[in-house]
């Protein structure tokens, strides 16, 4: 898809396309209509992790809670393999209860 095409499918003029294209950022209207059509979220497209809109904060602070980038690389391989948090923090539950 060219920007040209991804402007008029995203109903954005053409000099609001070549800003973006040139490093503005578009407003969060703009940004959502982009993300739309390129069925991504708006934080993808800022270049940001973004949690799935299914956690809840107690998911976050869980997460948020274990500052072990090791884990959290794992967590991140765990998402894309399409486990959600409730099957992660089973996982961990049942790990723990391991003896040794």
Same mark, same amino acid.
Do not use: W
């Given at each position: 898809?060219?920007?040209?095409?991804?402007?008029?499918?995203?109903?954005?003029?053409?000099?609001?396309?070549?800003?973006?294209?040139?490093?503005? *950022?578009?407003?969060?209207?703009? +940004?959502?209509? %982009?993300?739309?059509?390129?069925? #991504?979220?708006?934080?993808?497209?800022? =270049?940001?992790?973004?949690?799935?809109?299914?956690?809840?904060?107690?998911? *976050?602070?869980?997460?948020?809670? +274990?500052?072990? %980038?090791?884990?959290?690389?794992? #967590?991140?391989?765990?998402?894309?393999? =399409?486990?959600?948090?409730?099957?992660?923090?089973?996982?961990?539950?049942? *790990?723990?209860?391991?003896?040794?």
């Amino acid at each position: 898809m060219t920007p040209a095409q991804l402007g008029r499918a995203a109903c954005l003029s053409r000099p609001t396309m070549s800003r973006v294209m040139h490093g503005h *950022i578009p407003s969060d209207e703009n +940004l959502n209509r %982009i993300s739309i059509v390129l069925e #991504v979220s708006p934080g993808y497209l800022r =270049g940001g992790y973004v949690m799935p809109e299914h956690l809840t904060e107690d998911d *976050i602070l869980f997460f948020a809670d +274990l500052r072990n %980038i090791p884990y959290l690389k794992l #967590v991140k391989e765990a998402a894309e393999k =399409g486990l959600t948090p409730e099957d992660f923090k089973n996982i961990v539950d049942i *790990i723990e209860k391991i003896p040794g």
